[in-house]
């Protein structure tokens, strides 16, 4: 059966999309559903191609059992292609990532939406950026992304 493929994207790839990244895979995990799935993340912007989530989130997501593993790098037209779904951590994530396409006259392949129109619990309408706060940012993003990540699997599932 071919494999569903899901693409998470924020701004710079090192704190919002590699946690929901990680949260997903982890979800799938305790579902036995990782064989179905083939995922990864990805940033709107270049500055941190090659790094480490932030270390950070990092912490903070190892706390609940969760490991960010990924490395950062950037949307490119190929990923219009070939992902599934395409998912953005806010509205800028989501002008960006259109504009992207529409730029690169990519084609309608993937289904692009935002991460909160899956939300439960919480009623914040995007993923706030956690990079410049304290933190506790980065607690209160990965508890948004634990209700909304796990709404986005449901519906996919
Ligand atoms: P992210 O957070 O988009 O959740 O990875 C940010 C990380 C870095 C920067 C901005 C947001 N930055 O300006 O370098």
Same mark, same amino acid.
């Given at each position: 059966m071919k494999k569903i493929s899901v693409l998470f994207v924020c701004l710079g790839n090192i704190c919002r999309s590699p946690a929901a990244e990680a949260i997903f895979i982890s979800l799938l995990e305790k579902k036995a559903l990782t064989d179905r799935f083939t995922v990864d =993340?990805? @940033?709107t912007g270049s500055w941190h191609i090659g790094k480490k989530a932030d270390s950070r989130m990092r912490i903070a997501? #190892? +706390?609940? *059992? %969760?490991? %960010?593993? =990924? +490395?950062? +790098?950037q949307i490119t037209s190929n990923d219009f292609d070939v992902f599934d779904y395409i998912i953005a951590m806010d509205n800028s994530n989501f002008r960006n990532i259109l504009d992207l396409k529409n730029r690169t006259s990519s084609s309608n392949f993937a289904s692009i939406q935002k991460i909160q129109n899956f939300r439960s619990v919480f009623n914040e309408q995007e993923?706030? *950026?956690?990079?410049? @706060? @304290?933190? #506790? @940012?980065f607690d209160y993003v990965l508890d948004i992304l634990e209700d909304s990540v796990g709404g986005f699997l449901k519906s996919i599932s």
């Open positions: =993340s990805a @940033g997501a #190892e +706390r609940r *059992d %969760i490991n %960010i593993l =990924s +490395r950062a +790098r993923v706030p *950026d956690p990079y410049f @706060g @304290g933190n #506790e @940012g």
